[in-house]
């Protein structure tokens, strides 16, 4: 049932990602060619370009199924409950009081093996 699925509109869809493909390239390859004209004029027609090639990928199956994947995630960071201010800054002074703490340990066990290391050795 699945091979049934997906063959439903693969060549069209394949056509149209390869236009996208190409729209890309071809995007990339405009903009390094004409570097001689203004920015602005290079970078209306790389979003041009692009936008085009958003459209023609809305037209598949997987490019629909991305935007409404897109959609859906964007509904999700509405639901998530960000830490405020206050919050944020407390995490990372015990982030950054952790690690120098480590850090400090480390330090001194390395000074201790290399103190082991000197005596075993006699150097």
Do not use: C, H
Not at 14 to 34: E, Q, R, S
Not at 70 to 81: D, G, N, T, W
Not at 83 to 112: C, H, K, W, Y
């Amino acid at each position: 049932m699945s091979a049934n699925t997906e063959s439903q509109g693969g060549a069209k869809d394949t056509l149209l990602w390869g236009l996208v493909f190409i729209i890309l390239i071809a995007a990339v390859v405009a903009n390094y060619l004409y570097s001689d004209l203004a920015v602005f004029i290079r970078a209306a027609g790389v979003v041009v370009a692009v936008g085009v090639a958003g459209v023609l990928a809305y037209q598949t199956k997987k490019g629909q199924s991305s935007f409404a994947f897109a959609r859906e995630s964007r509904l999700e960071m509405r639901k998530v409950v960000w830490p405020t201010r206050q919050e944020s800054i407390q995490t990372t002074l015990i982030v950054l009081a952790v690690t120098a703490l480590v850090g400090l340990f480390l330090f001194l066990l390395d000074g201790l093996l290399v103190w082991l290391v000197n005596l075993v050795t006699g150097v």
